[in-house]
C-alpha cells in the first residue's frame, strides 16, 4: 500500500553512510539506516564507537568485514524491506565468508533471539540502548559465536559519545536529548523497543551543539520520541520524577527552558525540534519560540485522528477540541507557524464518521506537511492484543488517497502565502533536478530553490519567492541575510 514515509531526507534510507577516514583504522564498516531521524543518530553513535574499534565506514557491500543495518519496526513494510536486505547481504557473504551481519535497532529489540533462528545470516543483534556493548560482542562473534544484547536501558543517553556526522551536508544536524517513550499509543511499538523515557543532560547537549557550531554547523535540530516531555533532573527515568530529591525537582530544566538555553548560548544558529506530542506541548515552548530568531518556526505536530472515539482508542491524551485549543493557541502567539501532522487511516474500529471527522480537522488546521499511513498491526502492541483490525485494505487504501489529497492541497494553499514575500533561506545544498541551483528552507520548512550566484553552501541568504508548488518554492536570492 502506498504511504507517505516519515523521513527527513529520503535519500538516506537504506544508503550505506560514510564519514572521514581515521588514520590506522583498517577494518571496514558497512552501516546503513531505516526509519525514523532517531535511528540516522543512533548510527552515528555506532559509528563512533567502532571508530575506537578500528573500523572505517565503506559504501562498498563486497569489501565489508562488518555490516550493520539500523532497522525499523514502526509498520510491517518497514520490517519487509529490511528482511529483502537480509538476502542482499546474504548473497554477498556466499563470496565474502569472513564477513559479519548484525542488526540493530527497533527490529533487534522487537525479535532478539529470534532473529539467529529466522535469519541465518545474522551474527549480532543489538537493541537501541546497547550499542556501547559492541566492542565486547565483537570480540564474541570474532571467536565464531552468535551475540545477542538487547537490555534497555534506565538512564543510557550516550550523552556522552560524541557522533560521527554520516553523510552529512555540513550545515545541518541532529542531536538527541531523550530516548524512549512512555506514551503507549495503542498502535505504537516504539515504546517496547526503545524502552522508558529518559532525558539527556543539557550541559552534554550544549557541548555537542558547540562543538558542531565549532565545525561550521548552522542548524540543530533536537530529537526526541517526544521532545516536549524532555526533563532533566539528575537523570534516570522520567516516571522517577518524584521519587527525585526535592532539589533536583526544584532545579529541574524542562524543554523550554532547554530551548530558551540553546537558542541564547548559540544566537547565530538555527534550531528545530521533532516531535512534539499535542499532550506535552506547553505554551511556554511556543513563548520560547516567539522570543527568538534562530527558533524555526515549525511544529511537528502529530494528531493521528480527528476522531474523538479513535484518539480514546489509540491512547492518546487529549481531545479532538483540545488538539484545536492548542493550534489556536499556537496561532495566536506566532500567526507565521508552519505546522504539520502524522495521520493514521483505517485504525480498529474506524467507521466512515471518524474518517470525515479527520478529513475535517484537517480543513480547520490546513497543515503545511503531513505524514500520512494506513494503519498496520504490530505485534506485542495494546491494539493487536485486544483490537481488531478491521477496515479492510481497500477502504484503508481509498481513506489514505483522500486524506493524501487533502493534504496536497493545503499544503499549495500554505505554499502560495509565501508568494512575494523575502525570506531568510539556509543554503543546505544542490538542487536535485538543477546542478545550477541551491537548495534550502525557510523558516517554516519549506523548500526553496533559487539559481546559485555567488552564494555558497551554508550562507544564509535573502530570497524572494517567485513560484511554488505544493512542496516547494522557487525564487531568487537578494541579498545576504543578517545571520551571516
Ligand atoms: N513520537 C514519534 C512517533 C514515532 S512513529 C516521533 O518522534 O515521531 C511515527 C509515526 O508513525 C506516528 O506518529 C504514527 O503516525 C505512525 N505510526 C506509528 N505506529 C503505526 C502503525 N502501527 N501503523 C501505521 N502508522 C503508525
Ligand atoms: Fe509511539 Fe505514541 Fe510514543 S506514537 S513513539 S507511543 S507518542
Known amino acids: 500500500m502506498e504511504s507517505v514515509e516519515k523521513v527527513i531526507d529520503e535519500r538516506l534510507q537504506g544508503k550505506a553512510l560514510v564519514t572521514q577516514s581515521r588514520e590506522g583504522n583498517t577494518k571496514k564498516l558497512f552501516i546503513e539506516s531505516y ?19 578500528g573500523f572505517n565506514t565503506t559504501q562498498v557491500l563486497e569489501e565489508a568485514d562488518l555490516v550493520l543495518v539500523n532497522t525499523c519496526s514502526i509498520r510491517e513494510k518497514a520490517e519487509t524491506t529490511v528482511r529483502n536486505r537480509l538476502k542482499k547481504y546474504n548473497a554477498v557473504k556466499k563470496i565474502n565468508k569472513n564477513m559479519k551481519v548484525g542488526v540493530l535497532g527497533c527490529m533487534a529489540e522487537r525479535l532478539k533471539e529470534k532473529f539467529l533462528e529466522e535469519e541465518k545470516i545474522v551474527d549480532l543483534v543489538v537493541g537501541p540502548d546497547a550499542y556501547r556493548d559492541l566492542p565486547n560482542l565483537l570480540e564474541e562473534i570474532e571467536a565464531g559465536r552468535d551475540a545477542v544484547n538487547v537490555i534497555l536501558s534506565k538512564d543510557e543517553t550516550y550523552g556522552d559519545v560524541s557522533p560521527v556526522r554520516l553523510n552529512s551536508n555540513g550545515v545541518s544536524a541532529f542531536v538527541s536529548i531523550t530516548r524512549g517513550c512512555d506514551n503507549m499509543c495503542t498502535f505504537c511499538v516504539v515504546p517496547f523497543t526503545r524502552g522508558r523515557e529518559r532525558s539527556r543532560d543539557p550541559q552534554s547537549i550544549i557541548e555537542e551543539i558547540r562543538s558542531m557550531v565549532t565545525n561550521n554547523y548552522k542548524e540543530i535540530t533536537l530529537l526526541g520520541q517526544n521532545v516536549d516531555s524532555y526533563l532533566w533532573f539528575g537523570g534516570g527515568l522520567k516516571k522517577d520524577f518524584n521519587k527525585a530529591s526535592e532539589m533536583a525537582q526544584a532545579t529541574a530544566v524542562d524543554f523550554a527552558q532547554l530551548l530558551d538555553m540553546c537558542a541564547t548560548e548559540f544566537p547565530k544558529t538555527r534550531f528545530r525540534f521533532s516531535t512534539s506530542n499535542p499532550q506535552d506541548m506547553s505554551l511556554d515552548v511556543i513563548k520560547v519560540m516567539a522570543k527568538h530568531k534562530n527558533i524555526c518556526k515549525y511544529t511537528h505536530l502529530p494528531v493521528q485522528s480527528g476522531s474523538n472515539r479513535m484518539l480514546k482508542a489509540m491512547n492518546r491524551q487529549h481531545t479532538r477540541e483540545e488538539y484545536m485549543q492548542l493550534v489556536d493557541n499556537i496561532f495566536k502567539i506566532i500567526p507565521e507557524m508552519a505546522l504539520s501532522q502524522d495521520m493514521i487511516v483505517g485504525f480498529c474500529g474506524e467507521t466512515e464518521e471518524d474518517h470525515q471527522d479527520t478529513l475535517n480537522l484537517m480543513e480547520y488546521v490546513k497543515y503545511d506537511f503531513g505524514f500520512m499511513f494506513a494503519y498496520s498491526e504490530r505485534p506485542g502492541t495494546l491494539a493487536a492484543k485486544k483490537m481488531v483490525d478491521d477496515v479492510p485494505e481497500e477502504v484503508k487504501k481509498r481513506r489514505l488517497e483522500e486524506v493524501i489529497a487533502l493534504q496536497q492541497k493545503h499544503a499549495l494553499f500554505r505554499t502560495q502565502q509565501h508568494l512575494g514575500k523575502v525570506e531568510e533561506v539556509l543554503i543546505e545544498g544542490v538542487s536535485k533536478k538543477n546542478p545550477n541551483e541551491w ?20 550562507d544564509f541568504v535573502m530570497v524572494k519567492v517567485e513560484d511554488c508548488t505544493s512542496a516547494t518554492l522557487r525564487g531568487t536570492a537578494v541579498g545576504y541575510s543578517d545571520n551571516n
Open 35 to 53: 526509519g525514523c531521524q532517531m535511528n540516522m543518530n543512533d548510527s552515528e553513535i555506532v559509528a563512533s564507537i567502532l571508530a575506537d574499534q
Open 439 to 458: 537548495k534550502g528552507r525557510n523558516t517554516q520548512n519549506t523548500v526553496i530553490v533559487f539559481p546559485k550566484e555567488h552564494y555558497k553552501l551554508g
